[in-house]
Structures are given as structure tokens and as C-alpha cells.
């Protein structure tokens, strides 16, 4: 009885989502465009780190396959979070535009309207590339396999997706307060991913902490790295690599808080 | 030129309007700023040594004056443009006594002061407090990568336009914009300097108006590049802003030709 309910409460959901994805392979052309477009998105990011690594051999105690790793899973959990819930990016235009006040309507919670209002079918692009480098990096570097290793990768790709999603949560409710300043919540969304692709022993201490304990990105990739690699750093030893889900949690906690201040926040659009 | 003059006056004006735009821009534009700066730092004590002629003090110097000129050069493109061709609103700029180009580019100009002054210079002024930058080694350095700064601006607008102005021929140029500002992105020097490239992708590189669009006056600005090749780094720089701004305008004529508003 109690998993009919859900599965009916869950229908409107399903049915928006999979109306968005029709829509968008309705325009066969420009949908194979946007799914190249994020492709080369995805390399570019990756060119990045091939051209550091054609001039030297180790960056931040990293060698290339390790720093792949790195690359690989906070590009995947990354490319996840953007496909879920990266239109809310989106929300200072509905917000400038009155549009908001539609959303708050319709019998659904806001959040997750918004999180329906767009299904970015087109980041599979960069998630392909992402996958294509987890399985060079995963192939190529010296891993003990056991179960705990295929645990700790599923565990973290989705902690990491959490974390992401939790950071563009958290930037949608701050944009409620912002409005024109939406740009300030970039530094830690799209800032934090990229600070989540790199060796986290190249930021000076006050950075890494700031990575690690205030914008968790961090434990998106670095840490689990170290774990999985059976590196050695002093900072990130590897049971720290299990409490990935709890900076997740962690993250999300705070989003919500945000979120929650900021649609309380929101006056309407006086019309 | 006195149109000219206020046209870019009015640009400046409209863009200093959202001063908290502004801020969250220096902001982002300096997070950006430290995580790069740790990066490419990381990279040099790996080497060991200088590369391609960035040591400390210079790559702290791209990469902050990178950051500062991101905001001021308009790399990632403008799509006002795309959509009054769109609309048809390009019609009503056919009729006004100034060229389209022109307009638009002063309009772009003052763009890039009021991001400079308000976004760039405190960015920079930040990295420049917060590690040992290299600041321009000479009066001719600050000269010459001033006039750099300004082709720069010129360069990335006159490439933009030319794509904005393709929607007279595709009902959809997502695409082709997204290709420009993943090509340019990576070409121009933003994320690494173009000398620490391998030789096929410098090559590529050098061979493409984007250098001009930022490494150039990087180079200048960090003393990468001194005496007579400062010459050569600007004279690169007008070439492409000349053959850019005179295919905008072949463009913007074969559109006009082109163009046809329905009703009126």
C-alpha cells in the first residue's frame, strides 16, 4: 500500500522528466550540437591538466594516472549534479522575470519543480568523457582490487554527485537574496569543481581547509583518490575517504538551510 | 567620432549600473585566481625550473592579470547581437546614421572600462597583495600593454560579431558560439600560458586570433616579453583586429543584402 502512494506521488516526476527529454530530442540536430558542445567542454577540461603533465611528471605528489582519477570522478560526479539540478543556475533569470511566482502555484513543492524544469540530457557529453578517463585511470594505475575498492568508488561517485547537487541547491537559495549578484555563488559551484579536480596538496593549508571543511569538494575526488591509489598524504588518510557520504550529508543540510532562508525570503514579484 | 565617444561613454554607464554584478564578478574572477595561481605554482616547483619562460613572479603575474582581463576582454561572447538579427531588430540599427559594427564596438569598449575598473584592478590588486607578482618591467611595458589590453578588447569583440551576424544564415548558431568559446577558452592563454603547450597545439595556436585576445598583453604585462618583441606581439594583435573587423563588415553587408523584415 505505502509503495503505491509513493510510486503515485513520484508519477508527476516521471511524467515531467520524461516530456523534457522527449522535448529536447525533438530537434535531432541541435541535440547532437549540445551533446558535442559539452563533449568539448569535457576535453578542454582535460587539456588542461595533459598540458601541465607534458611539463612535468608529478603535480601536488600526483603522477598523470593518479591526477586522471582525480580528473575522472569529480568531472562524473560533476557532469551528474549539472544533468540534475544545474538549471537551477537558471533561477535569477525566472526570479527577474516574475517567473518564480507560476512555479509557487502549481501543486508541487518548488524545489522540486525546478529540479524537473530541465532534464540537461546534453551533459552526457562531458559524462562520457569523465567515464572514458575513470576507466583509463582505473586501468592503468596500480590498484589493489578488493570489494572495499568498487565500494568506495560507487560510494563516492554518488556522495559526490550529492555534494554538487547540495552546492547548487545552496547557490539557487542565496539567489532569492543576490538577484543581480547571482555571479557571487559561481566561485563556489563552478569554483568548486574546479578545485575538485586537482590535487588537493597544491592549495596552501588555509585553501585545503577551506576545500575540505567549508566547500566539502574535496572528498568529491582528492580524498577517495588517495584511498583508492593507497597513496600517502598525512592530511587525507583513508578511512577519512568513508566519510565521504557524511560531507554529503553535511552539504545538503546546509543547502536546505539555504534554500529554506531564501524562498521565505522571496516577496513575490508584485504583480 | 564624437558619437563614437558617447556611444562608449553609454556603455560604460549601462554596465556600471549593477555594481554587485561587478563585486560577484571580482569575486568569482579571484577564487578562479587562487586555485589557478596554487596550480601552476605546483607545477613550477615541480619542474624545478622556469617554463616557457614563466618563472614565480611572471606565472603569478598571468595568472592574475588572466583573471583581471577576463571580465574586461569579452571572451565568452555576446548574443544581443544574434538575437535583434533574430527578431529583426537589426533593421532599426541599418537605418541610424552609425555603422552597426562601430556602435556595437564602442558600446563593447565601455563594456570593457567600467569591467576593468570595477572588476579587473581590484582582482589584480588582490593577487598582487596576497603573493609576489611581477608587476610590468618598464614604463614601455605599461605603455604598450595598455594599447595591448585595448586590441585585445577589439580583437575578441570584431570574432564575436562575425559569429553573432552567421544567424543571418542559421536559424540556430549555439553551436558554432559554443565551439568558439571552447576553442578560444583554451587557445587565448586563460587557463595555461600558451608557452607551456606542446609545439603542435602552440602552432595551432599562434596561427589563431585568440592569443591576441589575452596572452598577448599577458606577455607584455608579466615581462615575458620585452623590447622589440613587444613590437611584434602588438603588430600581431592589429593585424587580426583589422582582418576581423573588415570581415565584419563584408558579413554585416552580404546579411544586409540578405535581410528581410516581415511587416512594418
Redesign the interface.
Known sequence: MAETTLSQRLRPYRVLLASRARAQMQYRASFVTDILGTVGVGLAEFAEVWVIFHNVDVLGGLDFTAALLVFALSNLAFSLADMFVGHLDQLPRYIRAGQVDAFYVRPLPLLAQLMTSDLSLRRVGRLSVALVALGVALTTADIAWSPATVALIVLTVVSGTAIFSALFTAAGGLQFFLVDGAEFTNAFTYGGSYAAQQSQQVFPDPLRIFWTFVVPTAFVAYIPAVAILGLDDPLAPSWLAWLTPVAGLLAWGIAATCWRLGTRHYQGAGG | MKTFWLLLRAGFRRHST?R??L???M??N???G??RA??L???LA??GTA??GYDAPTTIAFVWWGQALLGTVNLWGFAEVKDRVRTGDIAVDFLRPVDPQIAYLAGDLGRAGINLIGRGVPALLLGALLFDMAWPPSAVSWAAGAVSIVLAVVVAFSGNFVINLLAFWLV?I??IT??WM?TG??LCGL??PVP???DW?RTIANWSPFPSMLQNPIDILAGRVVGHDIASAVGVQVFWAVALLALGQVVLRAGRRRLEVQGG
Open positions: 549593477y554587485l554584478a563585486l560577484a564578478g569575486t568569482t579571484s577564487v578562479f587562487f586555485i596554487s596550480i605554482l605546483a607545477a615541480s619542474a617554463i616557457g540556430e549555439r553551436g559554443l565551439l571552447i577558452g583554451l587557463y595555461l607551456w603547450f606542446p597545439l
